[in-house]
């Protein structure tokens, strides 16, 4: 993995700052580095300003100072650029319930100006990578949560997007669908080379996955590196099972004092 | 955008609610139609012992002559338009909001503009639909019943009358877009829709003459004339009142004036010159109306679009 470290940087945070009305601070002079190939974890409570990080990366927030790039663009003043290249899985995903599988795939895949007979073929290779070949003409009322996942994970993949951002993406999946996806995930990653951005409380999934983690905690960035790197620092024994889990524990501690 | 105009049509053509207003639109066509028929048979044989003539404009009766008991044409659109579109609109926004899908939408490479703007269109094609398909059941069966064929000059005023429709409904789409901007839930957008409806179509001729009479004493002659032209000028806040007012005109060449006018002075107007008013004095008596139309109709959409575009959409 050290190999990572020389890899040019894919998505930078500067200052990057956003405050709510006047006085809640949802993020807080964010800097944040990201490197091309990377899986990079974003730990944190509810309500710590993952979503909110994610949203200003995506242009669809506008930070209230700081900037943010993804690649060369800047993420508020070029958003659609910065949208062509980053597939975003929002939290809670939702898709057209009246729409079979395939039809919302197609249309999402005609917002990102993909050829209509490239479609077609794309959408089948896509509903076979993530597990539901079977599936994509039901209407998407019918899905399970765990399929309308790997439905969103599909969705995200129709750009092809050099970065992907899953928000949440093993909320309330059954052991086994989170096993798969996982595999799914860490496949987008060693395969095709693509960065992801992952944000999540499971901190036990995250530890299997992620390159580097960052914790984030009031808006705060409190820690970030490798599991190796933080478990040092913090004093955490190498090896454990629950690394990650005690690592965040010790860092929520601290900051609490 | 072309891809989201043509998802969002695709949704309002595959909908139950575009069959309910389909319906509805067959059957106040239908109805009117019959209603139109049965007003034209008295009619339009004019009434000799008033002294009225048959009026020559027969063809256009077929839209705007009732038999006393149904209304016409015109009347229905200036009390159904509303709800049609209402139905096309009133959860435009924030149904995709509650289903998530508008998160994932802006996630695309599109401009934020361009998912309201799809939207609009789209509603905005169903109405030019369903307002060409109502005028054409009309004139198509109307045609075949009376074996009247329309002079040149009212197929024009049909046109006119057809795009006063669109631009009167497009209004209430426009009205109940922006709600659903602004509102969380579907169904208090379409409340509030209802609630402007009854408002604009009921209500005002109420509240209007409530304030006049409170305003003006009506012992005198100029308190009467102002209270009437206190009443007119506030009633056409409505767009409701301007449609009716201007297809009454377009479609009804023998309407002079739409201000107020004493017994005397309308003497005066139909002694003076006899028979009808020509199209493009019809259009001057109405323009301030389609352009009054059109700021309301413009006006909802920019208000819902720039709500749209600086309002922070976030996960269900």
């Known amino acids: ?257 | 955008m072309y891809a989201l105009y043509r998802k969002e049509l695709a949704d309002h053509v595959d909908s139950v609610r575009f069959l309910i207003i389909l319906i509805i639109a067959f059957l106040l066509a239908g109805v009117s139609l019959y209603s139109a028929l049965g007003g034209i048979a008295t009619a339009g044989q004019g009434d000799a012992s008033q002294g009225i003539a048959p009026t020559p404009f027969t063809f256009l009766q077929l839209f705007v002559q009732s038999n006393g008991t149904i209304p016409s044409l015109a009347s229905f659109i200036a009390l159904v338009g509303p709800i049609i579109g209402l139905l096309l609109g009133f959860d435009a926004i924030n149904s995709e909001k509650n289903a998530g899908t508008l998160n994932r939408l802006l996630a695309q490479p599109i401009y934020r503009d361009a998912v309201i703007n799809g939207k609009f269109l789209a509603g905005l094609t169903v109405v030019v639909i369903i307002v060409a398909g109502m005028v054409l059941i009309v004139s198509g069966v109307g045609l075949f019943r009376t074996g009247i064929p329309p002079t040149g000059e009212e197929v024009m005023r049909l046109l006119v009358f057809a795009v006063f429709s669109i631009v009167y409904i497009a209004f209430w789409l426009g009205l109940s877009i922006l709600l659903s901007v602004v509102t969380r839930s579907a169904a208090t957008s379409a409340l509030l829709v209802v609630a402007v409806w009854l408002l604009f179509a009921f209500f005002i001729s109420l509240i209007s003459s409530g304030i006049a009479g409170a305003l003006y004493s009506p012992d005198t002659v100029t308190g009467l004339e102002g209270a009437a032209t206190f009443q007119q000028s506030f009633d056409r806040i409505s767009p409701t009142i301007l449609y009716s007012e201007s297809v009454g005109t377009i479609l009804d060449p023998t309407v002079r004036t739409l201000g107020i006018t004493s017994v005397a002075q309308y003497d005066q107007l139909s002694a003076g010159v006899a028979g009808v008013l020509p199209m493009s004095q019809s259009l001057l008596l109405v323009w301030p109306h389609l352009v009054g139309m059109i700021a309301l109709m413009l006006g909802a959409f920019a208000i819902s679009y720039i709500v749209f575009m600086k309002q922070e959409i976030r996960g269900a």
């Open chain 1, 1 to 257: 993995m050290g190999g990572k470290k020389d890899r040019e940087i894919l998505i930078r945070t500067d200052g990057l700052t956003k405050v709510y009305g006047n006085t809640i601070v949802a993020v807080s002079k964010l800097n944040l580095e990201v490197r091309k190939g990377e899986i990079f974890g974003l730990l944190g409570p509810n309500g710590a300003g993952k979503t909110t990080t994610i949203r200003m990366l995506l242009g669809m927030t506008e930070p209230t100072a700081g900037k943010a790039f993804i690649g060369e663009y800047d993420c508020t003043r070029n958003p659609i650029d910065v949208k062509r290249m980053t597939g975003y899985l929002p939290d809670n995903v939702g898709f057209y319930g009246d729409m079979s599988g395939k039809e919302n795939l197609r249309f999402t895949g005609r917002l990102n100006n993909i050829p209509e007979k490239e479609l077609g073929e794309k959408i089948d290779s896509l509903l076979e990578r993530v597990g539901i070949p079977d599936a994509g003409d039901q209407k998407v009322r019918t899905y399970s949560l765990g399929m309308k996942q790997r439905l969103g994970i599909a969705d995200v993949l129709i750009k092809d997007p050099h970065i992907i951002i899953l928000d949440e993406p093993t909320v309330g999946i059954d052991p086994e669908g989170v096993r798969q996806l996982i595999e799914i995930i860490l496949k987008l990653s060693h395969e095709d080379g693509r960065t992801l951005l992952i944000s999540s409380h499971q901190l036990y999934q995250m530890q299997q996955i992620c390159d580097r983690v960052g914790i984030f905690f009031q808006g705060k960035l409190v820690a970030c590196g490798s599991i190796e790197e933080l478990a040092s620092e913090s004093g955490v024994e190498q090896g454990r099972t629950d690394i990650l889990d005690e690592i965040y524990h010790r860092y929520f501690e601290r900051r609490e004092q």
